[in-house]
């Protein structure tokens, strides 16, 4: 399983930091794809888990199950599919399935912060309007 950084099928892809699986916010699903593929393991063996053993058995998820298309959504380049109903499902996935902005990476901050300043023309006088709104003006 891939938690950062480009899938192995898409070197080339324009997901080489987007975030695939998050514990935080994933962590009931992967317990319900744990307790269905395992049989009902108890929360607390599942936190205590070790990472090798915790990334093989995640690794193992089959196509057919919804954990898989949930990580699968976040990956996949909806503009790339020519089906239309196709394209729409996966867009649909994409953001149902997408991770809270609270759980960006540091990457991921470092970027968007650099695109705001470029799309404000820099940090003028102190003024951040881009996080805090327009009246807001540190000096």
């Known amino acids: 399983m891939y938690y950062l950084g480009k899938h192995p099928a898409k070197s080339n892809s324009h997901t080489s930091n987007t975030m695939i699986v998050c514990i935080p916010y994933d962590i009931d699903s992967i317990y319900a794809f744990m307790?269905?593929?395992?049989?009902?393991?108890?929360?607390?063996?599942?936190?205590?888990?070790?990472?090798?053993?915790?990334?093989?058995?995640?690794?193992?998820?089959?196509?057919?199950?919804p954990l898989f298309k949930i990580f699968k959504s976040r990956i996949i380049d909806p503009s790339k599919i020519k089906d239309k109903k196709e394209r729409k499902y996966w867009n649909e996935l994409k953001r149902v399935n997408k991770i809270p902005d609270i759980y960006k990476t540091i990457d991921e901050i470092h970027i968007?912060?650099?695109?705001?300043?470029?799309?404000?023309g820099g940090i003028k006088n102190g003024t951040f309007n881009w996080i805090y709104g327009k009246d807001n003006n540190f000096k």
């Open 35 to 65: 307790c269905s593929r395992y049989g009902n393991i108890n929360y607390k063996d599942l936190m205590n888990m070790g990472y090798e053993e915790f990334t093989a058995k995640l690794s193992s998820i089959p196509e057919y199950e």
């Open 112 to 120: 968007e912060l650099k695109n705001q300043t470029r799309k404000n």
